[in-house]
């Protein structure tokens, strides 16, 4: 008989947790007790544990996302007729949502079930009875209602989408979202000079042009140390950066990068850009098992384009994963122009969701999902052709 329990601390979670054959760190105790200690204010997070018998089969983390106008849009705009669209789209996702998955990182976070001891449908089947227990409960204890539910970010080749049944009977509709953007380590980039020398000469010009704007700048490894001291500047050049973004669903806890580099310890790599002895940007990176997952970064906006600062913290991050033999390195789904100029391409990527009151609020959602994460055009660089 297949079961489920739902833990809503990681002080909860059964100590064989860890010992399921899963390599993703974001599903590891370590990184979900950060995620914990850290978690912006709007989101809340469940583990859910699948049994049968006593045998743990199974895991996946659901998260209750609260979504207001201010978490969702950051920056202000005297247009009025944005502003109205604004209003109209907040009072539609006003609310509570319920995320599968990590809402705070591209990419398939959220599930792992041992396929050779219980099916795909029934490990879904089981997560959706822990959805509608968790739905119950948040309206019982906060008097809320759960109006979207989200299974988030599966590569077109996840074998999820195979599940077409249990998508079509829960009414979870299939979305193309922003693709991610990865980058391929080739065998042959023993160094990050043999990467440098295969682009064309037009990218390796402005390799060597961005490096030299960058020239008086130092960058180091910033300890735990340096980041508890420092949380407050940290914050504040991430601010910088999210505040800038058209739509965002949270926003970070000030102790975030602390609280990762307690747990996380040498898989979480911060570095810092010094302008003399002030900091003035950085860098997040995650070490996931063979993957160099890119997370959250910083920079004061004055200096960014005499630095010419993201560009070369992409090819800062581009180095690193080759000097340290990771395979991919996940540049995720923003700014996808300039990251497939340093060699990242795009791969597409689906969500699953649904609004919970009727057909006609699904069909609005549609349209809200297409306005909050575009389809937009890009031209796709190709730096080594």
């Given amino acids: 008989m297949i079961t489920y329990k739902i833990y809503r601390t990681v002080s909860e979670i059964p100590s064989n947790w860890d010992g399921l054959p899963v390599k993703d760190i974001f599903l590891k105790t370590p990184f979900l007790k950060a995620l914990e200690a850290s978690s912006p204010t709007n989101i809340n997070t469940y583990f859910i544990g699948v049994f049968k018998s006593e045998t743990l089969l199974?895991?996946?983390?659901?998260?209750?996302?609260?979504?207001?106008?201010?978490?969702?849009?950051?920056?202000?705009?005297?247009?009025?007729?944005?502003?109205?669209?604004?209003?109209?789209?907040?009072?539609?996702?006003?609310?509570?949502?319920?995320?599968?998955?990590?809402?705070?990182?591209?990419?398939?976070?959220?599930?792992?079930?041992?396929?050779?001891?219980?099916?795909?449908?029934?490990?879904?089947?089981?997560?959706?009875?822990?959805?509608d227990d968790l739905t119950i409960e948040i309206k019982l204890n906060f008097n809320k209602n759960i109006r979207i539910i989200v299974f988030k970010d599966y590569f077109e080749t996840d074998t999820i989408h195979q599940c077409t049944s249990f998508f079509k009977k829960q009414n979870l509709y299939k979305v193309q979202v922003q693709p991610n953007m990865l980058f391929n380590v080739l065998d042959s980039w023993e160094t990050p000079?043999?990467?440098?020398?295969?682009?064309?000469?037009?990218?390796?010009?402005?390799?060597?042009?961005?490096?030299?704007?960058?020239?008086?700048?130092?960058?180091?490894?910033?300890?735990?140390?340096?980041?508890?001291?420092?949380?407050?500047?940290?914050?504040?050049?991430?601010?910088?950066?999210?505040?800038?973004?058209?739509?965002?669903?949270?926003?970070?806890?000030?102790?975030?990068?602390?609280?990762?580099?307690?747990?996380?310890?040498?898989?979480?790599?911060?570095?810092?850009?010094?302008?003399?002895?002030?900091?003035?940007?950085?860098?997040?990176?995650?070490?996931?098992?063979?993957?160099?997952?890119?997370?959250?970064?910083?920079?004061?906006?004055?200096?960014q384009q005499k630095h010419q600062m993201y560009l070369n913290m992409l090819f800062d991050m581009a180095s690193f994963g080759i000097e340290n033999n990771f395979k991919t390195i996940v540049y995720a789904r923003t700014a996808m122009e300039i990251k497939s100029s340093i060699g990242a391409t795009p791969n597409i990527m689906h969500v699953y969701l649904k609004h919970t009151h009727n057909l006609i609020a699904n069909t609005v959602l549609k349209c809200v999902v297409k306005y909050m994460n575009p389809m937009r055009k890009w031209e796709e660089r190709h730096p080594f052709n």
């Fill in 58 to 131: 199974g895991i996946a983390i659901i998260q209750r996302v609260q979504m207001y106008l201010d978490d969702v849009f950051r920056r202000t705009s005297n247009n009025k007729l944005k502003q109205i669209g604004k209003q109209l789209v907040s009072k539609f996702v006003r609310g509570n949502a319920l995320v599968v998955g990590n809402l705070m990182h591209t990419g398939q976070h959220g599930i792992y079930f041992n396929s050779e001891k219980i099916s795909q449908d029934d490990f879904l089947l089981t997560i959706q009875k822990a959805i």
């Fill in 193 to 303: 000079d043999n990467y440098i020398s295969d682009f064309n000469k037009k990218y390796r010009r402005r390799y060597k042009t961005a490096r030299k704007k960058i020239a008086n700048l130092h960058c180091e490894e910033l300890d735990e140390y340096y980041i508890e001291a420092h949380s407050n500047k940290l914050y504040e050049l991430y601010e910088h950066v999210s505040n800038n973004a058209r739509v965002n669903s949270f926003k970070l806890a000030k102790n975030h990068f602390l609280s990762l580099k307690q747990q996380l310890k040498a898989n979480f790599k911060v570095f810092g850009y010094f302008l003399e002895n002030e900091l003035v940007g950085f860098y997040s990176l995650i070490l996931n098992s063979e993957i160099l997952e890119t997370y959250f970064l910083g920079y004061n906006k004055a200096l």
